[in-house]
């Protein structure tokens, strides 16, 4: 069974840093992509960042590119998102998602692309 478990979030000043982990199961990374999604109260769901690893590479919205960096640790089946530079407007739920890529590198960020998605965690950031 696919598991996704989104943690880190929390409540910190413009300017700061968060880092959030999604800790996978059930499936084998090769095979899959997994991508970070946001959505702000009363926006839709967007996707910020996304990473595939047979071969690897990452991708990143505009919104975010230069402040947010998203790694793996393929050993422990971990993913993180560390958010640098926050503002008001990454106040948002976090989620992390996986799709089923069979491999090759990854660059979708559409939330039909995505097969399972964590619960999320809750980033705020204050002004």
């Known amino acids: 069974e696919v598991q996704l478990v989104e943690s880190g979030g929390g409540l910190v000043q413009a300017g700061g840093s968060l880092r959030l982990s999604c800790a996978a199961s059930?499936?084998?990374?090769?095979?899959?992509?997994i991508g970070w999604f946001r959505q702000a109260p009363g926006k839709e769901r967007e996707g910020v960042s996304c990473i595939s690893f047979s071969p690897g590479n990452t991708y990143y919205a505009d919104s975010v590119k230069g402040r947010f960096t998203i790694s793996s640790d393929n050993a422990k089946n971990m993913v993180y998102l560390q958010m640098n530079a926050l503002k008001p407007e990454d106040t948002a739920v976090y989620y992390c998602?996986?799709?089923?890529?069979?491999?090759?590198?990854?660059?979708?960020?559409?939330?039909?692309?995505?097969?399972?998605w964590g619960q999320g965690t809750q980033v705020t950031v204050s002004s």
């Open positions: 998602a996986a799709a089923l890529t069979y491999g090759g590198s990854w660059y979708q960020l559409g939330l039909y692309d995505y097969d399972y």
């Open positions: 059930g499936f084998t990374f090769d095979d899959y992509a």
